[in-house]
């Protein structure tokens, strides 16, 4: 390959508490802690401030209170967020020609080709600052050859400060850190690199590749080319979508409520799941009922924003009840989440139920592994296959096996 890519990763800092600290100056240098704000809640976002009491996100809350007790916390407000992420975005936007949104707070730009008329470090720095100055918002970045090892660079630049990573130095640069800086190393895959005796970038740098695949399989392979600066991931080009739904036409119009209900927890449950794929929230919930006459009624209802099967599927179910009140066959079913913002993960820790988040997450994780039905509610076990698609990746839609119209 002859060509060497320019890539920037740029991470707001503290996101949430920086928005915070837009709106009420008196949080500024104190210990501010955002997330779920009840016993059972977690931490979403903390100062750096809080971070020296040992606190981090996706701690709980009830520990993050003990270690400081003087700490002010906060709801959260998730639309307040979305608002400035918007902001952010659209100064990225005027800024450079192919940008990806990876979160609320994150973005990959690709800055390939554009050193020969400005340097892609200055260009880079320029558009921070423009930033700070236009939203008011510290960030940081790095710029690396790659998304993995930009990404990396911007953990160590922080807070509200940016690194280059020269081509050709990724190894070195990577090799003191601690090897839960890569990406996609969570608690589990470092207890397990742990248990290996591996600490550091440079001892899987050091280890044949063969090995690390033999030990931890398919997972174990992405880690030792990323410990090697190695990473062709493309930036994707960011399209902002408003919605996500999905229909069912029945070959035959029925009316077994059993039947009906399954289904329609099957297609709430997957697309709640293409949300927190994709890294997203909704705060509109649709229903649709076409009956055999083929008159059509939908109802929609507001939500707080979530991607969370346990406080989406009871409002689908329930608009369901609602709608449906004919005493005749039904030909089609459709459910569909608007108003959709970014930041999926992170605003979900405002959900006040540490158990469902850990749930909802060790059965994500067995889909990514698995498959979409690998883990289903039982209740929509009759259904058949909705689809494996991820509507925020810029691909068409697969065709639904719906009868021929
Ligand atoms: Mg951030």
Redesign the pocket.
């Known amino acids: 390959m002859s060509y060497e890519r320019s890539i920037v990763h740029m991470?707001?800092?503290?996101?949430f508490v920086s928005c915070e600290r837009l709106l009420d100056s008196r949080l500024n240098g104190k210990p501010v802690l955002i997330g779920g704000t009840s016993d059972r809640g977690v931490v979403a976002?903390c100062s750096y401030e809080a971070r020296r009491f040992g606190i981090h996100s996706a701690m709980p809350m009830r520990l993050a209170k003990q270690l400081c007790p003087e700490a002010i916390i906060l709801r959260g407000n998730s639309g307040v967020y979305t608002k400035f992420s918007q902001n952010v975005t659209e100064v990225i936007k005027e800024a450079v020609p192919l940008y990806e949104k990876t979160?609320v707070?994150?973005f990959y730009i690709d800055l390939t080709g554009m050193d020969k008329f400005f340097g892609c470090h200055k260009l880079a720095s320029e558009l921070r600052q423009r930033i700070i100055k236009e939203t008011g918002l510290p960030i940081s970045f790095g710029l690396s050859i790659n998304k993995t090892v930009s990404k990396i660079a911007t953990g160590e630049a922080k807070p509200n400060n940016e690194i280059r990573i020269l081509s050709g130095t990724e190894k070195p640069f990577l090799a003191p850190l601690s090897v839960k800086k890569i990406p996609m190393v969570g608690n589990v895959t470092y207890k397990a690199l742990c248990d290996l005796g591996v600490k550091r970038i440079k001892t899987v740098q050091e280890m044949p590749m063969e090995l690390m695949h033999r030990v931890l399989g398919q997972n174990g392979l992405s880690i030792w080319k990323k410990a090697n600066g190695i990473d062709n991931s493309p930036v994707v080009q960011y399209h902002e979508r408003k919605s996500i739904s999905t229909e069912r036409t029945f070959n035959k119009d029925t009316t077994d409520v059993a039947k009906l209900k399954g289904i329609i927890i099957a297609m709430a449950e997957n697309l709640a799941y293409q949300l927190r794929r994709g890294n997203k929230l909704t705060a509109c919930v649709t229903f649709k009922i076409r009956y055999s006459d083929f008159q059509t009624y939908t109802q929609q209802q507001r939500i707080p924003y979530s991607a969370m099967d346990h406080t989406i599927i009871p409002v689908v179910l329930d608009l369901y009840r609602k709608l449906y009140n004919r005493r005749l066959l039904v030909r089609l079913i459709g459910v569909k989440f608007s108003h959709l913002v970014e930041g999926g993960h992170q605003i979900n820790l405002f959900e006040d139920n540490e158990k469902q988040l850990h749930l909802s997450e060790a059965i994500d994780k067995m889909r990514e592994r698995y498959g979409d039905r690998a883990v289903i509610n039982a209740a929509g076990m009759e259904a058949k296959s909705i689809s494996r698609w991820n509507p925020f990746t810029g691909e068409p839609p697969p065709l639904l096996a719906n009868r021929r119209q």
Do not use: A, V
Not at 11 to 15: A, E, N, Q, Y
């Open positions: 991470d707001l800092d503290t996101f976002s979160s707070d994150e």
